[in-house]
């Protein structure tokens, strides 16, 4: 079946950059999403990435595809406190986000230093 | 913006008890979707609806069951609630309407067994 990967803990300074990877074993995904999840709160949809595409980017946020290696990373330029979070990558499958259940990582904790 | 509002944040409840997890969603969206997140285990599936009175089992499916018998709600019921079921419950809704729209999440519902 489906399998999503990723690293279960990443610290970083802040200002610094993060980035979060993830691998994916889907090659029929239409969709790739990033969700963050805040300490006891739901997931929040940060941004998605359709599979043509390599590259998009939102504000502080690149996602950055490579369908040959099946391998999503997010981005976060200048991170700050405030994105101390777990970060999940999902993927869709074959009939895209809105008609199936996701298959989710088991998030990565960012963890922010002073 | 999509408002999914799950209607416990805290649920204690005994073993062998029946509960009832309820969700509502206010953008008239077909899909509804019921996940477990345990810590190590990411997001799981449990079940989820193309549309009222339709159900589809997800990947952990054993132990629950649901109701959709309005657009708007669906509901997660442990038909005898045991202690392996305490978990974070986290319901979602998407429209089929097109590809790119993705899966919005309520806060979810953290449920203790004893």
């Known amino acids: 079946g489906e399998d999503v990967e990723q690293s279960l803990f990443l610290s970083v300074r802040e200002g610094d950059s993060s980035v979060i990877n993830c691998t994916y074993t889907?090659?029929?995904?239409?969709?790739l999403y990033w969700y963050k999840q805040e300490p006891g709160a739901g997931l929040q949809l940060l941004t998605y990435i359709f599979s043509n595409m390599d590259m998009k980017q939102d504000q502080r946020l690149t996602v950055l595809l490579n369908k040959k290696d099946k391998h999503l990373s997010l981005r976060i330029a200048d991170t700050q406190t405030g994105d101390s979070a777990i970060y999940f990558c999902a993927e869709s499958g074959p009939s895209g986000g809105g008609a199936d259940g996701l298959t989710f990582g088991k998030g990565t904790h960012l963890i922010i230093q002073p | 913006d999509v408002k999914v509002t799950q209607s416990s944040r805290y649920l204690v409840k005994r073993t062998g008890e029946k509960v009832f997890l309820e969700c509502v969603q206010d953008m008239d969206h077909e899909n509804m979707f019921w996940y477990r997140q345990d810590p190590g285990l990411g997001l799981r599936l449990i079940y989820f609806s193309y549309d009222v009175k339709m159900k589809e089992k997800g990947d952990i499916p054993e132990g629950y069951s649901v109701s959709r018998e309005k657009k708007e709600r669906f509901s997660l019921i442990l038909e005898s609630a045991s202690t392996n079921q305490t978990s974070m419950y986290l319901c979602?809704?998407?429209?089929?309407?097109?590809?790119?729209?993705?899966?919005?999440f309520g806060d979810g519902t953290r449920l203790s067994i004893l």
């Open positions: 979602a809704s998407s429209t089929p309407d097109s590809y790119n729209q993705p899966q919005h």
């Open positions: 889907d090659s029929s995904s239409t969709y």
